[in-house]
């Protein structure tokens, strides 16, 4: 294989920029790479110093050497001739991948279905929670699970993906080594156990703002669709649905009342033409030409008639604990009880300001 795409990933890392726009208009990767140093000082637009560290990053580069060492600490690089034909196919697609954890996972395979779930990082709870149970149906479904290990949306996705022993990648905007945010490290470790951890940045690049959009286009480049679940007017999830519409994929987004802050983007998708996605079952039908598998069958629900009507009231609207005792006639300690019973079976989520709401994706009651 060419190695002017491991040796172009290292000398990003050491220049700290991205240099997919410069290649583009050398006639490539392989082309960019063998510029003698004066043409690629002066393409690059090079201080002394960075055409100094730039000769001696490809004075001493040594291709079998570097792969060694990556394979030396788990990691696989995946030249962009090795990248799945969909993300080959975008605007400025990686030169090539690091991919951290499962041997399995480094394949990514073409005909596995592939849905990135994304959204707010600053997320409710009803809305984690929907990506979660989202995230765990499509992999029970057999699909890879991909998103950006981020707060809220995404690492609910992750970890619902996990939840039915399904295969999850995490895109970063730093290399694999560099887990980001630190918080959700433990969640990288058990992604890297089923799936990986993917960058297309060299080892120990730290990430930065304007890593997260370019970060984005490889979510929805490795995906046949992505799902937006919450975003604000402003979120990087939009970032994401905006690729997969320019990469022509399609993109789903969760509705949500008109007086959330965080549904205001999904909302605009809904205008925009995006397809509605309430459950696993639409993405299935959007993608309905890829090789998905039966549904696991739903679990029998067993709780008492006081639950199952708490359980239906909820499916309506939200309410507190006093509008649920006033709609079902119960006393405080009762509607307590139901909405604790209710809670432990993962039925219903309580929002901030103490207002419950059914969690997503719950089967009917008979």
């Not at 050497?65 to 030396?72: D, I, P, Q, R, Y």
Request: overall charge neutral; proline content about 6%.
């Amino acid at each position: 294989m060419s190695h002017a795409a491991l040796g172009l990933a290292k000398l990003a890392g050491v220049l700290n920029r991205d240099l997919q726009r410069v290649a583009r208009a050398a006639g490539g990767p392989d082309e960019l790479w063998a510029l003698p140093p004066r043409a690629l000082g002066k393409m690059l637009a090079l201080s002394g110093g960075q055409r100094r560290a730039a000769d001696a990053v490809r004075g001493s580069f040594d291709p079998a050497a570097e792969l060694a060492g990556l394979s030396a600490r788990g990691i696989a690089f995946i030249p962009g001739s090795g990248l799945p034909l969909r993300l080959r196919e975008i605007f400025d697609p990686p030169f090539g991948l690091f991919v951290a954890g499962n041997p399995a996972a480094r394949a990514l395979d073409e005909e596995q279905p592939t849905v990135a779930v994304v959204g707010a990082r600053r997320s409710t709870a009803g809305g984690a929670d929907f990506a979660r149970r989202l995230g765990s149906g499509l992999a029970d479904r057999g699909a890879r699970v991909i998103s950006g290990l981020a707060h809220g949306i995404d690492a609910a996705a992750h970890a619902g993906a996990l939840d039915a022993d399904g295969h999850t990648l995490a895109v970063l905007a730093c290399g694999v080594d560099v887990v980001y945010p630190k918080r959700n490290r433990s969640l990288a470790q058990r992604v890297c156990v089923s799936g990986g951890l993917v960058s297309e940045y060299w080892l120990g690049t730290a990430p930065a703002p304007w890593r997260f959009p370019a970060r984005n286009r490889i979510v929805s480049g490795l995906a046949h669709a992505t799902v937006v679940v919450e975003a604000g007017e402003r979120s990087g999830a939009l970032i994401t649905a905006d690729f997969a519409a320019e990469h022509g994929r399609p993109v789903l987004a969760v509705p949500g009342a008109p007086w959330a802050a965080q549904s205001a983007g999904c909302n605009a998708l809904l205008r925009a033409g995006a397809a509605l996605c309430e459950s696993v079952d639409d993405v299935v039908d959007e993608l309905a030409g890829l090789r998905w598998r039966n549904a696991s069958p739903e679990p029998a629900l067993d709780m008492s008639e006081t639950a199952r009507g708490a359980l239906e009231e909820l499916r309506r609207d939200s309410l507190t604990v006093d509008q649920m005792g006033q709609a079902l006639g119960l006393t405080p300690a009762e509607t307590t009880a139901t909405l604790s019973e209710l809670e432990l079976a993962g039925l219903v989520v309580r929002e901030p300001g103490g207002r419950y709401v059914a969690a997503a994706a719950v089967p009917r009651t008979p």
